[in-house]
């Protein structure tokens, strides 16, 4: 008897950080993407260094769920089922702060981090980014 008391014990500190970990708000829940395009200089050569404005496109549909799976439906690569780490404090530096998942194996077959986005305004949808070295995917949530 105390042997399943300790497994039961063990499984429930195991999992408790899971949610912990959910980032400076909460990533759990189904996302809306939009893949976001850095702005840009090109010099054509006239003696001028030109910069074009950032641009963005309509991605998939990101659900990303309290049990350390994901769902990810993008626009280009099918569907991807996955899991979800957190994130450690390396992983999160030059992020939105302290707290984020790490989703493992997404997209193009990489690793994200996921933090929630601070909010300027109370009106603001809340968001999160969804973020690898040098690239970025944002986040709205659908409720």
Do not use: C
Request: a neutral charge.
């Amino acid at each position: 008897m105390h042997i399943w008391k300790m497994i039961v014990v063990s499984l429930a500190v195991a999992l408790t950080p899971l949610a912990a970990h959910a980032g400076n708000g909460n990533v759990f829940g189904n996302w809306s993407t939009q893949y976001v395009g850095h702005a840009l200089t090109y010099a054509p050569g006239d003696g001028y260094v030109y910069i074009k404005p950032e641009v963005s496109a309509t991605g998939g549909m990101l659900s990303i769920n309290r049990d350390g799976t994901f769902v990810w439906h993008t626009v280009g690569q099918g569907t991807i089922n996955g899991h979800w780490r957190p994130a450690t404090a390396n992983e999160l530096l030059g992020g939105f702060g302290p707290d984020g998942i790490r989703i493992l194996h997404g997209e193009s077959g990489w690793d994200y981090n996921v933090q929630t986005r601070r909010k300027t305004s109370p009106n603001d949808a809340d968001s999160i980014a969804i973020w690898t070295s040098g690239y970025q995917v944002n986040g709205w949530r659908v409720k």
